[in-house]
């Protein structure tokens, strides 16, 4: 397959120039199409230099959510995927994925002023119906490893454009047009995530302490005292949602009054 050339757009030049991070971002990929951003991402050879370089498409063809399904990623929607060398151990990955989720929520307040909430561990809803979805890939088939952190908003587009190709038949999707009743600058947008995901990151490495993003997460969230159905693994678990700990598992109370940890995530669906 021929690899697609990135467009050096009027984009990347306003993106660059409005950027205040020291990192992320500082190496940017835009391309008009694409197939995926996160398979574009993942297919650049692990190299520390990498760190913070994001790859972006107006429009993805081959879109990829998370467990093997297929993201609709039409003209208008933030498709991005930003790579990560991690400084840390890989059993921190799952913060990689919260940070992510965190700069989206406010990146979303500060545009819009919208309290987007989260779903464990990487679902951002509007009202209920999904706006955003994190995915995160690891790469480590060599000493220095890889993190892709992909990233679909719907934000300028409509979601009947989606609904109509959902799998998942617990959540619908939303958009931040609709929720808005605008459309964004997305070159902003872009950049407030960026930005916030740096500040996250940094602090996340400086302090080595993974309470104040759990704690973040959980004010985020209004998962907590209500009764979900958890995947772990192939198993559906249900039960209260009570808690987040500090390795960002999930602790579920159980009908027996038993207390069970996920740490594997495959699906929530909240009731
Ligand atoms: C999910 O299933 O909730 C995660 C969806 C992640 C979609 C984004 S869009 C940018 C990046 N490129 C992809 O192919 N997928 C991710």
């Known amino acids: 397959m021929r690899k697609p050339k990135p467009n050096e757009s009027i984009f990347k030049t306003r993106l660059s120039k409005l950027l205040r991070t020291k990192k992320l971002g500082k ?3 835009v391309f008009n199409e694409l ?10 050879p692990n190299n520390e230099s990498l760190h913070g370089t994001t790859v972006i498409a107006r429009k993805q063809n081959m879109g990829k959510g998370r467990i093997g399904r297929t993201w609709i990623s ?6 991005m995927s930003i790579i990560i060398i991690p400084d840390f151990s890989l059993a921190d990955i799952i913060f990689t994925q919260f940070i992510g989720s965190l700069a989206v929520v406010d990146a979303v307040f500060e545009n819009t002023k919208i309290n987007c909430k989260l779903m464990w561990p990487n679902d951002i809803l509007i009202n209920g119906k999904k706006v955003c979805g994190i995915l995160t890939d690891v790469n480590a088939e060599n000493e220095i490893k ?4 992909g990233i679909g908003l719907n934000a300028n587009i409509e979601s009947s454009s989606i609904n109509n190709y959902l799998t998942d038949v617990n959540l619908k999707a939303t958009t931040l047009r609709e929720e808005y009743g605008n459309d964004i600058d997305l070159i902003i947008l872009i950049k407030s995530i960026l930005e916030r995901m740096e500040y996250y990151y940094d602090d996340f490495l400086s302090s080595g302490n993974t309470l104040e993003i759990v704690d973040r997460w959980k004010e985020k969230s209004d998962m907590f005292g209500k009764k979900a159905i958890v995947y772990d693994g192939n198993q559906q678990v249900m039960g ?8 960002g598992a ?4 159980l009908s027996d009054t038993s207390i069970r940890k996920i740490i594997y995530y495959d699906n929530v669906s909240l009731h």
């Open 35 to 44: 197939d995926s951003t996160q398979d574009y991402a993942n297919s650049l």
């Open 146 to 149: 890889k993190i892709v952190v």
């Open 240 to 247: 209260e949602i009570i808690d987040l700990d500090q390795n």
């Open 250 to 253: 999930l602790l579920m109370k």
């Open 74 to 79: 039409p003209e208008g929607g933030l498709w």
């Open 27 to 29: 190496s940017i990929y």
